[in-house]
């Protein structure tokens, strides 16, 4: 079994909004089968705990937040040495957090982990409680759609730029998305077709950057 095999056997399913406007496009996937530190998100894998076999981890790319153009949330799962999940963990605005409930509740069909997608922003968790905490649940979706324009992450400092005509292109795009999140999650299986290795995402961004600022001035023009 090769890794975009390996990983979409161990995918999350992802819950979203019933509004949500944005899905994934594209997700890079890296396996680690002994210590390494990932090349999306700051962080590394120990292996340190024995059960632990596998570190799949999920770079999800959508081409928009509702904030800004420019997304990637990450899933790492934790697979055991007989196929089992150890562990689950989700990337929650810049930080990540455990994602496999106590009582194990929350993984389905045995190998994929249940998370829910924060309405518009894409953060993970596996209680939708948690999004209810959030100051800006409702603002961000609404008033605040596309206030950040488009952003640049530390891995992609100096590949492309921004600017105030830019970032102005993209909030009034994405202010025509605005909406108010429903509170009621959809399952989305993500499609066989959207896994790729890590390298060629890294890769293919910029020029998914440039084709939906191109896309946008067309439609601003209209």
Known sequence: ??????????????????????????????????????????????????????????????????????????????????????????????????????????????????LYSQPGKHAFSPLTELFELLPDLRLATNERAGNAGLIITDIYKGVYSTSEEINRMVEQYLQTFRFIPSMEFVKYTIPADLYVPWDELYKQVPQRIEDRLAEIKSIEMH
């Open 1 to 114: 079994m090769n890794d975009l095999e390996l990983a979409s056997n161990y995918a999350p399913y992802i819950y979203f909004d019933s509004k949500e406007p944005f899905f994934p496009v594209k997700v890079g996937v890296t396996v680690f089968n002994k210590a390494g530190r990932s090349g999306s998100f700051p962080r590394a894998f120990e292996f340190e705990d024995p059960r632990v076999k596998h570190v799949i981890e999920y770079a999800i790319y959508w081409d928009y937040d509702i904030q800004h153009l420019y997304e990637m949330e990450h899933v790492w799962v934790y697979v055991g040495h007989q196929g089992e999940v150890v562990d689950a963990e989700a990337s929650f605005h810049g930080k990540y957090l455990k994602s496999l409930l106590k009582d194990r509740s929350n993984i389905e069909d045995e190998t994929h982990v249940k």
